[in-house]
């Protein structure tokens, strides 16, 4: 099935680092989500963003909807212990109501 | 507020069998939709549904089917398993008002795993 151009693959990283993830697709999205998936649960909601350009922050988690509306980025600023899991980047065509298209994801690892 | 929950949590099933996987859906959600994870990649979408009837579907076949019942909950059937079928089968739901969708809120998922 299509999915989205998500990297990097992974991420090792020491305690304190900023993170930047992005996405992108060949074709228009007007929604863009991020999501963070650990072992064992299922996604969850990071952040959402509904409009080229619109930035949205969540903490220490800022997310951004290209002017394109082909592409989104994450950071992550002072990265802590517990951001470690995989981050997921999932888009909505502008012809779909329901049908979400998911990155392949980014695995954030913090280096002790 | 109850979040959306999934049972099993992992099951084993032979090539040819067939499975059900349970969700109940985060209150005052109406709508509810299956994906399918393979191991190191994102979800795939395999349907949605609302007003229990499906209103949208992706590339999987037939042998893929589902219900929703009128407390919103629902079930995900899969006949005549492949090995190919092992997954997290993930169940979310969502509120599907003004002719949108809000963001989906995912379950634990069940493992399903086919020898």
């Known amino acids: 099935g299509q999915q989205l151009n998500q990297s990097p693959q992974s991420m090792f990283i020491q305690e304190g680092e900023d993170v930047s993830m992005n996405c992108t697709s060949s074709?228009?999205?007007?929604?863009w989500l991020w999501y963070k998936q650990e072992p064992g649960e299922g996604p969850v909601l990071l952040i959402a963003?509904?409009?080229a350009g619109e930035l949205t922050s969540n903490g220490r988690l800022t997310a951004q909807f290209g002017i394109t509306r082909k592409d989104s980025f994450l950071n992550i600023s002072a990265s802590i212990p517990s951001d470690v899991g995989i981050y997921f980047c999932a888009g909505k065509h502008m012809d779909s109501n329901y049908q979400l298209i998911w990155g392949a994801g980014t695995k954030l690892i913090i280096k002790p | 507020e109850t979040g959306v929950t999934q049972s099993p949590t992992h099951l084993i099933k032979t090539r040819g069998q067939q499975v059900t996987l349970r969700c109940s859906s985060q209150?005052?959600?109406?709508?509810v939709s299956w994906y399918q994870q393979a191991l190191g990649q994102g979800p795939q979408f395999i349907f949605q549904?609302?007003?229990?009837?499906?209103?949208g579907r992706g590339n999987f076949p037939p042998r893929f089917s589902g219900l929703q019942f009128p407390n919103y909950s629902s079930e995900l059937n899969v006949n005549a398993l492949e090995l190919d079928d092992s997954a997290l089968y993930l169940c979310?739901?969502?509120?599907?008002?003004?002719?949108?969708?809000?963001?989906?809120?995912f379950g634990n998922g069940t493992r399903l795993t086919v020898t």
């Open positions: 963003l509904y409009k």
């Open positions: 549904y609302y007003r229990e009837e499906e209103n």
């Open positions: 979310a739901s969502s509120s599907f008002r003004g002719g949108s969708n809000s963001p989906l809120h």
């Open positions: 209150s005052g959600h109406n709508t």
């Open positions: 074709s228009i999205f007007n929604t």
